[in-house]
């Protein structure tokens, strides 16, 4: 079955500081990943997606994520939070006609 | 071009009740999606449609209806709410690159979302 993970329900970090937020999957074949963002009260924003090839993707606002197949994991990052940040995050994976199934999603806070 | 846009935003219903929720795009989408969000649950999928006229099952489609009579509009019906019912519905839109076959890396395109309660 394929499945997304977010194994934590909030990241706390302060501003200036790099941040992470993590992504592990469970597919058979290639996996097409996706990181959405949320802002409260809205609908879901797209960050950045990994196709294939280069491991490192970059995407919207500053974000990068990084793709690693031998840990099946595809972790949000960015060098530099800012308080604006703050925000819902969600992984997903496109399981065909880009249906997508989410991790359960992980509140970034970014304190000044 | 206003995107994926979701009517009503707020609505109250008694056990009991039927509405239908609108979802309308103006990018020329093939594909269409209604996800619920609940709490610790992210997003899941409902129904969706790959073209005019047709609907699908997604993971969690029992007791809601769907139909896709023009392409640009997609709408959630719900014949008899019930309680568990309660949640944010999200429409999206998405497209194929390739005319006529699946392209894994198009991404979505979201309305602000419908938080229904029933009561």
């Known amino acids: 079955a394929q499945s997304v993970a977010q194994p934590e329900d909030q990241v706390n970090v302060a501003e200036g500081n790099p941040l992470t937020v993590k992504c592990t999957y469970s597919?058979?074949?290639?996996?097409?990943l996706f990181w959405y963002v949320q802002y409260p009260n809205r609908g879901l924003q797209f960050l950045l997606k990994?196709?294939?090839?280069?491991?490192l993707v970059k995407g919207s606002y500053g974000f990068e994520a990084e793709f690693n197949k031998s840990q099946t994991s595809f972790h949000l990052k960015k060098p530099s939070a800012l308080v604006s940040d703050s925000a819902l995050y969600f992984c997903?994976?496109?399981?065909?006609?880009?249906?997508?199934?989410f991790g359960t999603g992980t509140r970034l806070l970014v304190s000044p | 071009n206003a995107g994926v846009t979701q009517t009503p935003k707020f609505r109250v219903l008694k056990t009991g009740q039927s509405m239908t929720l609108l979802c309308a795009q103006d990018m020329n989408h093939e594909y269409m999606y209604w996800y619920r969000q609940d709490p610790g649950m992210g997003l899941r999928l409902i129904h969706y449609?790959?073209?005019?006229?047709?609907?699908a099952k997604g993971e969690v489609p029992d007791g809601y209806n769907v139909s896709r009579l023009k392409k640009q509009n997609f709408l959630l019906g719900l014949e008899s709410a019930a309680p568990s019912q309660t949640s944010v519905y999200f429409c999206?839109?998405?497209?194929?690159?390739?005319?006529?076959?699946?392209?894994?890396?198009?991404?979505?395109?979201f309305g602000q979302g419908t938080r229904l309660t029933v009561v």
């Open positions: 999206a839109s998405s497209y194929s690159m390739n005319r006529g076959q699946t392209s894994w890396w198009t991404e979505a395109f």
């Open positions: 449609s790959v073209g005019e006229g047709t609907t």
């Open positions: 597919v058979s074949g290639n996996p097409y």
């Open positions: 990994y196709i294939t090839g280069d491991n």
């Open positions: 997903a994976m496109n399981t065909g006609f880009q249906k997508l199934v």
